[in-house]
């Protein structure tokens, strides 16, 4: 709690935006971003300016009733493509529920099997559905929606864990971009450095804040205006760690965890940015 008080935590508007500028944004509809509050796990829904819906993993088995909840919510009957990052648990598990509950037009993924029941329910689940099923590769861009452009940066390619080939991508809309970094490590982190350009306004903290991740040197060519924290309200594995917290304070970057903060929805219009959530930001003090 005490790494967390010392925070000083603002709803961002990174360009200055005047109402008339909305006005101009029913020209360019918004992109939404949004970080489902799944607890201990991952889950993001994407609504691009053409009307596309992508969905990037869906937390745990329990949470796919609160993700099919939110994309109700949300009028989704369709989704366009959904983006399993790896199938660890608590990125692939919620994903089962959703595909029993509407149609998935596409699945994009690593293409690691893994030994366990949650993977044979994902799986059997896109046979029964019959979902076409693309692998993902290094450097390929995502073709969905000609107003955004959306690059594979990391995922399978001999790497030894699951977590080592995690899809990460680069989502841009206009000026902005979304670094969702999923669970990949230190050592892809620095691969990504030298690879790419990797400044991004609002980063997907990779790996729940884990000690495996987020690298200061990593930080600071990224050079985040705001990160997302996707962790559960005391988790057992101890995330986020003081370590990451640190860092991103030593880059001034402001921190929304989902844990505190609930679902956080950042909306743009390709120019600027504001940030929504869910719940009371000073609840998070309690959190961590």
């Given at each position: 709690?005490?790494r967390?008080a010392k925070?000083?935590?603002?709803?961002?508007?990174?360009?200055?935006?005047h109402?008339?500028l909305y006005?101009?944004?029913?020209?360019?509809?918004?992109l939404?971003?949004?970080?489902?509050?799944?607890?201990?796990?991952?889950s993001?829904?994407?609504?691009t300016?053409?009307?596309?819906?992508i969905?990037?993993d869906g937390?745990?088995p329990?949470?796919?009733k609160?993700?099919?909840?939110?994309?109700?919510?949300?009028n989704?009957q369709k989704?366009?493509?959904?983006?399993?990052?790896?199938p660890?648990?608590?990125?692939i598990?919620?994903?089962?529920?959703v595909?029993?509950?509407m149609e998935?037009?596409?699945i994009?993924e690593?293409?690691?099997?893994?030994?366990?029941?949650?993977?044979?329910r994902?799986?059997?689940?896109?046979i029964?559905q019959?979902?076409p099923?693309?692998?993902?590769?290094?450097?390929?861009?995502i073709?969905?929606?000609?107003?955004?452009n959306?690059k594979?940066?990391?995922?399978?390619?001999d790497?030894?864990?699951?977590?080592e080939?995690?899809?990460a991508?680069k989502?841009?809309?206009?000026k902005?971009?979304?670094?969702l970094?999923?669970?990949?490590?230190?050592?892809?982190?620095?691969?990504?450095?030298?690879?790419?350009?990797?400044n991004s306004?609002?980063?997907?903290?990779?790996?729940?804040?884990?000690?495996?991740?987020?690298?200061?040197?990593?930080?600071?060519?990224?050079?985040p205006?705001a990160?997302?924290?996707?962790?559960?309200?005391?988790?057992?594995?101890?995330?986020p760690?003081?370590?990451?917290?640190?860092?991103?304070?030593?880059?001034?970057?402001?921190?929304?965890p989902t844990?505190?903060?609930g679902?956080?929805?950042?909306?743009?219009d390709?120019?600027?940015?504001?940030i929504?959530?869910?719940?009371n930001?000073?609840?998070?003090?309690?959190?961590g």
């Amino acid at each position: 709690m005490q790494r967390i008080a010392k925070l000083t935590l603002i709803i961002l508007v990174i360009t200055a935006v005047h109402p008339s500028l909305y006005i101009g944004a029913q020209q360019h509809p918004d992109l939404k971003v949004h970080f489902i509050d799944v607890g201990q796990g991952d889950s993001i829904f994407v609504q691009t300016p053409g009307g596309k819906n992508i969905l990037i993993d869906g937390g745990r088995p329990k949470a796919g009733k609160k993700v099919v909840q939110f994309l109700r919510k949300k009028n989704v009957q369709k989704l366009d493509l959904m983006i399993a990052t790896h199938p660890d648990i608590d990125h692939i598990g919620g994903l089962v529920q959703v595909m029993q509950s509407m149609e998935v037009n596409k699945i994009l993924e690593t293409g690691i099997m893994h030994s366990t029941k949650t993977y044979a329910r994902y799986v059997s689940q896109i046979i029964r559905q019959h979902i076409p099923i693309d692998i993902a590769d290094r450097n390929e861009e995502i073709d969905i929606d000609p107003t955004i452009n959306m690059k594979i940066l990391n995922t399978h390619n001999d790497s030894k864990t699951n977590n080592e080939s995690s899809i990460a991508l680069k989502l841009t809309y206009g000026k902005i971009d979304f670094l969702l970094m999923s669970d990949v490590e230190k050592e892809q982190e620095k691969r990504l450095r030298k690879r790419y350009d990797l400044n991004s306004e609002i980063l997907k903290v990779a790996h729940h804040g884990s000690h495996t991740s987020t690298s200061l040197k990593f930080l600071k060519e990224v050079k985040p205006n705001a990160a997302i924290l996707t962790y559960g309200k005391g988790n057992k594995f101890g995330h986020p760690v003081d370590r990451v917290i640190d860092n991103l304070q030593k880059v001034n970057t402001a921190i929304y965890p989902t844990a505190s903060f609930g679902n956080i929805t950042v909306q743009t219009d390709g120019q600027g940015f504001l940030i929504l959530n869910e719940k009371n930001p000073t609840s998070w003090l309690e959190a961590g």
